[in-house]
T-cell receptor, first 113, second 113 residues
Framework: QKEVEQNSGPLSVPEGAIASLNCTYS??????FFWYRQYSGKSPELIMS????GDKEDGRFTAQLNKASQYVSLLIRDSQPSDSATYLC?????????????FGKGTKLSVIP | EPEVTQTPSHQVTQMGQEVILRCVPI?????FYWYRQILGQKVEFLVS????????KSEIFDDQFSVERPDGSNFTLKIRSTKLEDSAMYFC???????????FGPGTRLTVL
């Protein structure tokens, strides 16, 4: 069973601080990773995708991937109250042919004004 | 910006009744998916669909479930005889190619009484 694990939180950070969200995965051959944001009662909304080891930056968001440690993280700089949501880590299983996303349970982030 | 749409937004049904959930994927996308999320739990993969046939399905997607692309735009999920445990948010997603990002619709909340 391929697993994606996240700390469910809640993670509380003050406005303007850096929020750090972490995810580990069990499938050593997974190649692609996605961070989605989900507001309560809404659908997952893509924040970032990452495929290669290292960092990928997009505005206030930075995704970090370490395949050797089977670890992917999301940093949110200058956190805003509107960033308060549940952040979902997702990955399709490695190997040929499968692109069903396996999701973690999500980390609930609260940004305190 | 193109988006996935779903109807209805909320469906209430009696146990044992059939329901059909509808989705219009992004117009040039070729791969279509259904996921569900029981309240407070992970987003779970149900089925993927390409070229008018099922590509993958999960253990959840048993004989009570079926999918169809009845015309060039709609993609439907049918549950033949609903159970209480089918109560969940059902999300449709689509991607241009299988390796690409999956974009989610707003979801249909299914309540089985």
């Amino acid at each position: 069973q391929k697993e994606v694990e996240q700390n469910s939180g809640p993670l509380s950070v003050p406005e303007g601080a850096i929020a750090s969200l972490n995810c580990t995965y069990s499938d050593r051959v997974s190649q692609s990773f996605f961070w989605y944001r989900q507001y309560s009662g809404k659908s997952p909304e893509l924040i970032m995708s990452i495929y290669s080891n290292g960092d990928k930056e997009d505005g206030r968001f930075t995704a970090q991937l370490n395949k050797a440690s089977q670890y992917v993280s999301l940093l949110i700089r200058d956190s805003q109250p509107s960033d308060s949501a549940t952040y979902l880590c997702a990955s399709p299983p490695g190997g040929a042919g499968s692109y069903q996303l396996t999701f973690g349970k999500g980390t609930k982030l609260s940004v305190i004004p | 910006e193109p988006e996935v749409t779903q109807t209805p937004s909320h469906q209430v049904t009696q146990m044992g009744q059939e329901v059909i959930l509808r989705c219009v994927p992004i117009s040039n996308h070729l791969y279509f998916y259904w996921y569900r999320q029981i309240l407070g739990q992970k987003v779970e993969f149900l089925v993927s669909f390409y070229n008018n046939e099922i590509s993958e399905k999960s253990e959840i997607f048993d004989d009570q479930f079926s999918v169809e692309r009845p015309d060039g735009s709609n993609f439907t999920l049918k549950i033949r005889s609903t159970k209480l445990e089918d109560s969940a948010m059902y999300f449709c997603a689509s991607s241009y190619v299988r390796t690409d990002t999956q974009y989610f619709g707003p979801g249909t909340r299914l309540t089985v009484l």
